[in-house]
């Protein structure tokens, strides 16, 4: 837990004082909010359904981004082989990284949903923390699978767009699940089921247990 | 770099014991065989220098000792034990510096130093990172960023960094590369203590004649293969350039 802790504290530190991540991924995820707010018309307001579709589009390619960003401080100088070296479990490397990354991205999208509210107009008042805690349960699934590839596609020279194709697909089940879940909420007015949580937690369950155990096959010095 | 206060290895072996056997280690990448039929033994408290051509698969046999990647067949053994990935008791007692920092460019150096003191559990990493950062030189300048030094500082780092834990075994792969004469006068220096000190040292190494001078054995591939595993007062420098054509 300590070897855990120490890395966050280094890829936040690191975070901190060149904020390349951050700040790219801010930008990104709000550019997106305008484009589709542009594209779609500002004047309608959008439901719950069609809001978490929006916030998927900006959540998805901001965090592509940012797992790729984090990953690259690890690779840039081959820092990564002094990490594989030390007296640490692989999998320590994968939580560390994956906690890094659900704090950014859960920073970009405290950022981006209320970018969101106000540019559309989304009513989330009917269920705020029904919302927060869907889309929170489905980042963390997104945050899991996305470390994971990251790390695999870093050692290839194709990354971004290699890494956007391997993870979107993947990601599917999570974002047709929790829009599901507020169209039931925001359209219909229907409580979120224990059963469709139950799904979208068990869907983190898989994704954060098989990353874990696959990790340290995927990473090359 | 200023005088080192190098440590004895606590669990420095009998000469006779071996730090490293290769055995019959072979490694191929996409189907190109780097490294064929690579059996050698290296014993506790040896200085060896690898000796070779480009592409004669040293840097692939250093990453294999290091446990970073490994071998295609055959085994490794490191001071007695099976050495693998998720080996890593052994891990504790390796270090290598590389052809690249592995340092952080946005920590500063007295950062770099206490994470991988951390990571590695040695007691007291704060103390521990300034004493290493004495030990190089480099303790006025500890708090800035390593993205601001220069190659020899940079180079300084990464090997207080792979020191931090009093390794028992140092792989080196070109750590003179890019340095000026002075710092590689304190390599070679820091590297002759280290030896003193009893720790294993494995050099990959350009230079030949530099290495003959400061390893005192030579292991030469060519094609993947040991073609020299002698010591190195009774090789020349002429012997293995024709070696390594």
């Known amino acids: ?221 | 770099m200023t005088q080192t206060q190098v440590q004895s290895s606590p669990r420095m072996s009998t000469p006779v014991d071996a730090a490293i056997e290769l055995l019959d280690i072979s490694k191929s990448i996409d189907e190109r065989a780097i490294l064929r039929s690579v059996t050698a033994t290296i014993p506790s408290g040896q200085f060896v220098t690898i000796l070779g051509a480009n592409g004669t698969g040293k840097s692939t046999l250093l990453k294999i000792l290091s446990t970073l990647i490994p071998p295609s067949s055959g085994e490794l053994r490191l001071f007695g034990q099976t050495a693998t990935a998720t080996s890593v008791d052994l891990r504790r007692r390796i270090a290598l510096i590389g052809h690249q920092s592995m340092l952080y460019r946005d920590l500063s150096a007295r950062e770099n130093l206490e994470l991988f003191a951390k990571l590695y559990g040695v007691a007291n990493p704060t103390a521990r990172a300034q004493q290493m950062l004495n030990v190089i030189g480099l303790s006025a300048r500890s708090s800035d960023p390593v993205r601001n030094f220069s190659r020899g500082m940079i180079q300084r780092v990464a090997i207080a960094r792979a020191l931090v834990h009093n390794p028992d075994l140092l792989l080196a792969d070109e750590p003179f590369a890019g340095l000026d004469a002075p710092s590689i006068d304190a390599l070679e220096h820091l590297l002759a203590q280290l030896h003193e000190a009893g720790k294993t040292i494995v050099l990959v190494n350009h230079d030949i004649e530099q290495s003959l001078r400061i390893a005192e054995h030579a292991i030469v591939l060519r094609g993947g293969r040991v073609v020299v595993d002698q010591p190195t007062h009774r090789l020349y420098e002429r012997e293995i350039l024709s070696e390594v054509r």
């Open chain 1, 1 to 221: 837990m300590n070897a855990v802790l120490t890395l966050i504290a280094k890829d936040l530190r690191i975070e901190a004082r060149n904020r390349q991540t951050l700040g790219l991924v801010m930008v990104l995820g709000i550019l997106i909010i305008t484009v589709l707010g542009l594209g779609l018309g500002t004047q309608n307001n959008v439901n719950g359904f069609s809001a978490t579709a929006v916030l998927w589009v900006a959540y998805l390619f901001s965090g592509v981004l940012c797992f790729e960003k984090t990953m690259a401080v690890e690779r840039n100088d081959a820092v990564l082989s002094a990490l594989l070296m030390a007296p640490i479990d692989r999998g320590v490397i994968y939580l560390a990284k994956l906690l890094g990354n659900l704090v950014l991205i859960l920073a970009v999208a405290a950022v981006v949903t209320p970018a969101g509210v106000l540019f559309f107009g989304f009513d989330l008042s009917a269920a705020p923390i029904t919302f927060a805690g869907v889309m929170a349960l489905s980042i963390l699934g997104f945050a899991a699978i996305g470390t994971l590839f990251a790390a695999m596609v870093s050692s290839s020279r194709l990354q971004g767009g290699l890494l956007a194709m391997m993870i979107f697909p993947i990601t599917l089940p999570l974002v047709l699940v929790s829009t599901q879940l507020m169209m039931r909420t925001f359209r219909d007015g229907l409580p979120v089921s224990a059963a469709s949580v139950g799904v979208l937690v068990a869907f983190d369950l898989i994704f954060l247990t098989v990353s874990w155990l696959v990790f340290e096959w995927v990473l090359e010095p």
